[in-house]
């Protein structure tokens, strides 16, 4: 029976529909995955040195213990997050002549099949089976290494146990990130240390390895305690988190810009209230720490604004980016309503820039804080800030008009290739490229800050000019609405 | 006159699915759109709202071609599926959005939406819900409402009465026969109920692979005419 099961998910994954076209996607993924497996897996075989290379002096089993711990938390907020509850599966079986018990047990064992069982085993075994095998033993290690798995199992029984009874995870892993870096600090403060209880815990496995059970015990225990609760609550409405009533708001705010002011208002309801955009734009914001990684001081020093430039412009422009990427492909499952209500695509093509350019702004303002740092960053990201004011937007909503691909709002985004077709994967390019076109001649000829104010000045231009731009952008929406229509029907 | 069809035509993949070389709808008009699944209903009302591009001819509301204005907009509603809807919203807040496009406030909908509470049976106001959230009948009385609440003179309804249950479907026939009487609005339903559109439509087209083989203005007969054709 479990074969069986097994074997339609399987025909489901491959005859899912639109598999056609994503099957280069998939590959992609596919060697992405393998990819992520293959860093961890150099990463496990050189943590020794690694961990010799960034803390000298300390012993390397117990920087190795103190992390695990760590690892292990981080992982249960990612599972949170984009781990998926393999609920749905199980509907079209609910009917039939199966005992709950084996559906139970499908899904419990579905839910093994997921990547992130797969990490910790390439990422501590190499360490496990060179160091601690070497100093304590191949019986110790092998034990090791049922902490680690159990651990995992755990993670992964107790991530989905919470995900069906909390009603908002994404709070959730807000929470559980800040109690984090809280430990974090204190950690860092020496006040009370993480690290140090986990290298207790490992150290104790390493000395007496049949503590390690005591993890495995803790796996069955939540994974008996999942099982029983699925096989309570076995029901198609219960399967799913629980939902909060559902309520009207207003964005009075955006009431002074008119009709247009009232479309962006829409849009702002459909981001917060669909899974899919909701991941797309808070995944954004985590790019705002882009500036940490790019912005150095020896760059700074020699005025070489290249690297930064691009930086700065992802920060200020990323919801421009990643949101406007799959624009108009948002709004497929209302557009033809839109198309044939008293909708003016002027207003339409407003709504959306000012959008944009409210995003902008508020993005802008926040990475201003980089400013501390230097004031040279804030030139660098003003003049980013006016390209994504005044060129970016423009330059997606023109592209926006030749992507004809249709998006699925209801699941996540992560690893979500679903909508994502060659103009979507191209837009980005001439975004990061174009800004080049102004800053380098102008820097050949007047050095860095003319560059800088070259693309400043063409993005503030931009920004005036919008109105002749709008006329153009509703252009190209006319002469293509009918194929964009009708792409956005065939889901 | 409100509506003219010219020489329409629409081709797809060599396979013609609407060709109706002329056709004029009159202000005040109930006309019931018939003919089996492929017939060319549905392509008819997205041509008659501009939404695909007609192969050759066009479609003249008020004289004007609706591919090259937007003026139809003004006094056209229409709903003809879920796509029409903007799930994220709550029933509410999408009444408040068609409203707004009309120039209504906030109160002239909430007033409004007063005389269709019988129609909503207390299950679309006040639910809590998104309309994704809600059965397909009921997200069909909130389109169907919406599209009423525009106060059209030009009414487009595809197969309405499809999902709604039998106390709806009789609220909604006497809710459109309103709609002629205080303001000669002119309404074009589709259905596969031949009962509902012979009981409630004055004139009956009937359309078969895209052209027109019936057009008929209903009497007592009506019924049986088009029973016959339609077990034939």
């Not at chain 1, 007047?446 to 503030?460: D, Q, R």
């Not at chain 2, 070389?21 to 202000?27: D, F, G, Q």
């Not at chain 2, 549905?42 to 003249?60: E, H, K, N, W, Y």
């Not at chain 2, 005389?115 to 059965?135: A, C, H, P, V």
Request: net charge positive.
């Amino acid at each position: 029976m479990l074969n069986t099961f097994l074997g339609h998910q399987w025909k489901g994954f491959f005859r899912a529909r639109g598999k056609g076209t994503s099957i280069a996607v998939q590959i992609i993924m596919g060697l992405l995955i393998v990819y992520l497996l293959g860093c961890a897996l150099v990463f496990g075989i050189f943590m020794d040195n690694l961990i010799q290379h960034f803390m000298p002096g300390r012993p390397v089993m117990e920087v190795f213990n103190g992390l695990i711990l760590y690892y292990f938390a981080l992982e249960f907020l990612s599972r949170m997050q984009i781990q998926e509850l393999p609920t749905l599966a199980i509907v079209p079986y609910l009917h039939l002549r199966i005992p709950k018990r084996k559906l139970v047990n499908f899904l419990n064992i579905r839910a093994l099949f997921s990547a992130f069982n797969i990490f910790p085993l390439v990422l501590f075994f190499p360490f496990i089976f060179m160091n601690v095998m070497e100093s304590y033993g191949s019986f110790a290690g092998w034990m090791y290494l049922l902490a680690v798995v159990s651990l995992s199992v755990f993670n992964n029984y107790l991530a989905l146990y919470v995900k069906r009874l909390s009603i908002s995870n994404t709070r959730f892993v807000i929470a559980g990130f800040l109690v984090l870096i809280g430990l974090g600090l204190l950690e860092y403060f020496k006040v009370f240390s993480i690290a140090a209880v986990s290298n207790q815990v490992f150290s104790a496995i390493a000395q007496q390895p049949l503590i390690a059970l005591v993890f495995t015990l803790g796996a069955v225990a939540v994974f008996v305690l999942n099982a029983s609760y699925l096989r309570k609550n076995l029901y198609m409405e219960e399967l799913h988190a629980g939902e909060a009533r559902k309520t009207s708001t207003d964005y009075p705010f955006l009431d002074r810009f008119g009709a247009a002011g009232q479309l962006a208002a829409l849009e702002i309801k459909l981001i917060l209230r669909n899974k899919r955009s909701k991941s797309t734009v808070s995944k954004g914001l985590i790019f705002i720490f882009y500036g940490l990684l790019f912005y150095k001081q020896k760059e700074l020093d020699e005025n070489s604004f290249g690297m930064m430039l691009f930086a700065a412009v992802f920060m200020t422009g990323n919801m421009v980016l990643l949101y406007g990427q799959f624009m108009f492909g948002w709004q497929s499952s209302e557009f033809d309503g839109l198309l044939s209500n008293k909708v003016s695509v002027r207003n339409f093509i407003k709504a959306k820039l000012l959008l944009f350019n409210i995003a902008s702004t508020v993005l802008t303002l926040v990475v201003s804080l980089y400013g501390l740092i230097s004031w040279k960053i804030l030139a660098v990201q003003f003049a980013a800030y006016f390209f994504s004011l005044g060129i970016a937007p423009i330059l997606v909503m023109y592209m926006a008009t030749f992507n004809y691909k249709a998006i699925d709002m209801t699941s996540g985004s992560s690893f979500n290739w679903q909508g994502v077709g060659a103009t979507s994967m191209l837009m980005s390019l001439p975004i990061f490229l174009l800004p080049y076109l102004f800053y380098l001649p102008a820097k050949m000829i007047g050095g860095p800050f003319w560059g800088l104010a070259a693309l400043g000045i063409v993005g503030l231009i931009g920004f005036l000019t919008q109105s002749f731009w709008v006329e153009v952008l509703v252009k190209a929406f006319n002469k293509r609405k009918y194929k964009i229509a009708e792409g956005f029907r065939e889901k | 006159m409100i509506v003219e069809i010219k020489d329409l035509k629409k081709v797809y993949a060599g396979r013609t699915v609407v060709n109706i070389p002329e056709l004029r709808i009159n202000e005040g008009e109930t006309i019931g759109l018939v003919g089996n699944n492929g017939a060319g209903k549905t392509t008819l009302f997205r041509m008659l709202l501009d939404l695909i591009r007609p192969d050759a001819g066009g479609i003249f509301s008020k004289n004007e071609n609706v591919a090259s204005t937007d003026e139809w907009k003004n006094y056209t509603a229409s709903f003809l599926d879920e796509n029409f809807l903007i799930d994220y919203l709550t029933p509410e807040e999408y009444f408040i959005f068609i409203g707004s496009l009309h120039n209504m406030t906030r109160t002239d909908v909430e007033q409004y939406l007063q005389r269709y509470l019988e129609f909503f049976n207390g299950e679309i106001l006040n639910s809590g819900k998104y309309i994704r959230d809600f059965s397909k009948g009921n997200q069909n009385k909130v389109g169907i409402a919406a599209a009423l609440m525009q106060n059209p003179e030009l009414l487009i309804l595809d197969e309405p009465f499809a999902n709604l249950d039998p106390t709806t479907q009789i609220r909604l026939k006497s809710l459109v026969r309103s709609l002629r009487t205080t303001h000669q609005a002119t309404t074009i339903i589709s259905s596969h109920d031949l009962n509902h559109v012979t009981d409630v439509c004055d004139r009956i087209i009937l359309l078969e692979k895209g052209q027109v083989i019936k057009d008929i203005q209903t009497t007592e007969n009506t019924l049986m005419e088009l029973e016959a054709y339609f077990s034939a």
